[in-house]
């Protein structure tokens, strides 16, 4: 593993950093973010490491389409994502996860998409000639520490106290009330 660097300050996307998760059922359930950087952000330093995890494991010959962290956030329809670099930080390992005061954050909710965060890292070069796997370098996440608040992803449309009215007695029905059968699609 590469030498231990900190990110710029980036704004978070679909964080699994309290409990492991997998793509789906044949992937090995991890810990990750998605960091999402502003045009501009200085990211030398998370390329350089990444250069160096490369030359680590294949020396000058690195393999072609050697697949890299970095990704157009323009490529994807998500909140966030427009005119940004979006890069994924994953780990076997639980990050330790604190805030602005280095205290742990235990309640998932405080950390959330759409805050700020920086991160700890490190670069590893994986894959290549004589493997199953096509060669890339990705990054390693080892902790994260919320850096400020932000207007979180995904609001809802709607909350709980306009969709619904008080009940007297356990038997109303709320705003949100059925409709009578018109002998639609669904009768």
Known sequence: MGEKVTTPKFRVSFPNVFKASAFDESSEAKFDVVALFEEGTDLSGLKDACEAAAIEKWGKKVPKNCKTPFHDGNDKDYDGYADATWVRFSSKRRPGVVDQNVQPIIDPSEFYGGCYAIATVNAY???????????????????????????????????????????????????????????????
Request: proline residues 5%; charged residues 20%; aromatic residues 8%.
């Open 125 to 187: 070069a994986y894959g290549g000639p004589g493997t199953k796997f096509q060669a890339g370098v990705a990054l390693g996440l080892q902790n994260i520490q919320k850096v400020a608040e932000g207007e979180p992803f995904g609001e809802a449309v709607s909350n709980a106290e306009e969709d619904f009215a008080p009940v007297s007695g356990g038997t109303g029905t709320g705003k949100a009330e059925a409709t009578e059968s018109t002998g639609g699609l669904f009768d």
